[in-house]
């Protein structure tokens, strides 16, 4: 759908009409311009902030989901970067309450939390995803996140290395976010720290730069049948190792290039000793070995042997998988042997049959600018059945701010800890592979406001507890399939701020004390034109609460609120305003920004008022 505005700019400056048009594809701006403004040039567009000249409207193809503003202005017919900065000019000068929104047609911010699509901002907490064709979040600052699984593969397992009887082991690789990011500090296993699973859990990670070298996993795998017993030598003492020989060799070749092979081992009778006196059992360890050569290179030389146990204590028929890593990708031949020396009785368990080989050629999948995580994980009581939830806290994208010397030829430098909402935003606004850098450039950014903005979110103010933070961070994950201006609007709503467009630059302004810069009085004020209203108390909001993900109980959505001193003493009823911070992890954060919300409801006197413009 496409939502279409009229705006007056005069006497008042408001909007006055709104309506939904369907989406039609090729149209133009021209196809949704009210009759008569086809024809005026007294009437300027702007679409989603971007202003569309009256010449230009046949050329704008409008794109799904539009907001198009149709403003008239009487008077000479004047260009259209005149009436938009006369239309900003007015708002910010005449204080008269006026959203820049209500000028340039934005549509609602979307909201986070009400997102079906968010893993992140949902009250079942923080999940992973399995899907194709999701948007690659954007994370920063320091946030958890679950990310969405690209590869999955499941191998069988070894219990001499787990210590466990059961099992098999999960390698998975997890998409998490837009790269480069800073740093992995957390990996997490269904709640779990990695400490808990000891060595049966690896991890590897890439943050993200346009050039990484790749992590494996995934990948093509080719089973193929074998079906033969590793027999043991029946003769000689497996501790003697000048006479001992071991069983018979199996000769394997490749049957493509590959990076690994994977030796699929059967335990028919289980793996076990049964003491025929007492019916006891007791663990047993079975022996083989594996080496390799290129094929290439048949008169060649032999890699080491490599020697592999396993130990079961189960009569059960049961499946190990031992790999052998190859050094580079090429076409093997591959010995294996069986190293058991034969049983001296039937009480021993421990057959051993070769039921496959699996060859892997691993991925070659660098996912440039995506950081990404390569966990293998052996199954035991901590962690089986389904596949586990990972989670993982990262401190976000590696992004930069200026140094604030020149703006006419700025420097930017690096803005760690990268969660200040200020360079954030510009970020978001310069990057042309997720942002909005494809139309615009730092010479459409007003720099000196952003820099004011940013030292305001980092000035130190108490936290409740009698120290010190910065007033104003951003940590979110970016997850949903929205709009970048929205995603703007709503880092801006964490740190009281609001962008203001002037012709073709963006500036910001911050909610603050400051200096007034604009006089009115009786002489400048058109004659009946002043209004003043004021707000019942019994209709105004009595308290505000401040919905946002806590780090402190794992990112969490949590409440705080903040009540009305005031009302509560006049015995007024209870009427609650909810905003939702998207952004916030901090609960003192989340306590100044509820008092912030809850004084601006105090304010139930409002003015209005005509002035030319030449009186500002």
């Not at 440039?368 to 199954?379: D, F, K, M, Y």
């Not at 108490?462 to 940590?475: I, S």
């Not at 108390?537 to 109980?553: H, S």
């Not at 601006?600 to 005509?610: A, C, G, N, S």
């Amino acid at each position: 759908m496409i939502r279409v505005h009229r705006v007056t700019a005069w006497p008042h400056c408001r909007v006055t009409e709104t309506e939904l048009r369907l989406y039609r594809d090729d149209a133009t701006v021209a196809d949704y311009a009210p009759a008569e403004a086809l024809t005026d040039s007294h009437y300027a567009c702007v679409a989603n902030g971007e202003l569309i000249y009256h010449g230009d409207w046949q050329d704008r193809q409008v794109q799904y989901s539009d907001d198009l503003a149709f403003v008239h202005l009487p008077g000479e017919p004047i260009t259209g970067a005149m009436i938009v900065e006369a239309l900003v000019t007015a708002v910010i000068a005449y204080g008269i309450g006026l959203g820049i929104n209500a000028i340039w047609g934005e549509p609602d911010v979307d909201n986070p939390f009400e997102n079906a699509q968010s893993k992140t901002y949902s009250f079942d907490g923080i999940e992973n995803t399995a899907s194709s064709g999701l948007p690659i979040p954007i994370v920063y600052g320091t946030h958890v996140v679950g990310g969405n699984i690209v590869s999955v593969n499941l191998e069988g397992n070894n219990p001499y290395i787990t210590g466990e009887n059961f099992g098999n082991a999960l390698d998975l690789v997890l998409a998490l976010c837009e790269g480069e990011i800073d740093a992995v500090l957390e990996t997490r296993i269904n709640g779990n720290e990695l400490s808990a699973y000891g060595a049966r859990v690896t991890v590897e990670h890439n943050l993200g730069a346009n050039y990484q070298s790749p992590l494996g996993g995934g990948g093509q795998f080719q089973l193929y049948s074998v079906g033969l017993e590793l027999v043991n030598n029946p003769n000689g003492d497996p501790n003697d190792t000048t006479t001992w020989q071991g069983g018979p060799i199996l000769d394997y070749q490749t049957n493509q290039s590959v990076d690994r092979v994977r030796f699929n081992v059967t335990h028919p009778r289980g793996l076990i000793y049964l003491n025929p006196t007492n019916g006891n059992s007791n663990p047993e360890t079975t022996a083989f070995r594996v080496r390799y050569r290129l094929a290439s290179a048949p008169t060649g030389v032999w890699s080491p042997w490599q020697n592999r146990f396993v130990t079961g204590n189960q009569i059960a028929p049961f499946t190990t998988v031992e790999e052998l890593q190859l050094p580079s990708r090429d076409v093997y031949d591959v010995q294996i042997q069986n190293w058991k020396a034969s049983p001296t009785s039937s009480a021993y368990h421990h057959d051993l049959f070769l039921d496959s080989i699996t060859e892997v050629i691993d991925s070659d999948a660098q996912y440039p600018n995506v950081a990404h995580t390569r966990l293998r994980i052996e199954a035991d009581r901590s962690a089986s059945g389904s596949l586990p939830t990972i989670t993982q806290t990262i401190r976000g994208r590696k992004i930069q701010k200026w140094d604030g010397l020149d703006a006419d030829n700025p420097t930017f430098v690096d803005a760690s800890p990268y969660n200040n909402p200020a360079w954030c935003a510009l970020d978001l606004l310069l990057n042309a592979r997720y942002g909005m850098g494809r139309w615009f450039d730092y010479t459409n950014v007003d720099l000196q406001s952003f820099k004011d903005w940013a030292d305001y979110c980092d000035e130190q103010v108490d936290d409740g507890t009698g120290n010190l933070e910065a007033r104003c961070t951003f940590d979110a994950v970016i997850d949903g399939d929205g709009n970048a201006w929205n995603t703007l609007l709503q880092i801006a709503a964490t740190s009281r701020a609001m962008f203001v467009i002037v012709g073709d630059t963006i500036r910001v302004k911050v909610e603050k004390a400051r200096q007034p810069v604009q006089l009115f009085t009786m002489a400048n004020i058109k004659r009946d034109s002043w209004r003043q209203t004021w707000v019942s108390n019994k209709l105004r909001t009595t308290r505000v609460e401040v919905r946002y993900l806590n780090k402190d109980m794992d990112y969490l959505v949590d409440v705080e609120g903040i009540d009305d001193q005031d009302s509560l003493e006049l015995g007024l009823p209870q009427r609650t305003t909810t905003i939702d911070r998207f952004g916030i992890t901090r609960r003192s954060q989340a306590v100044r920004e509820a008092r912030f919300a809850m004084n601006l409801q105090k304010l139930t006197q409002t003015v209005e008022f005509e002035a030319d413009l030449d009186a500002v």
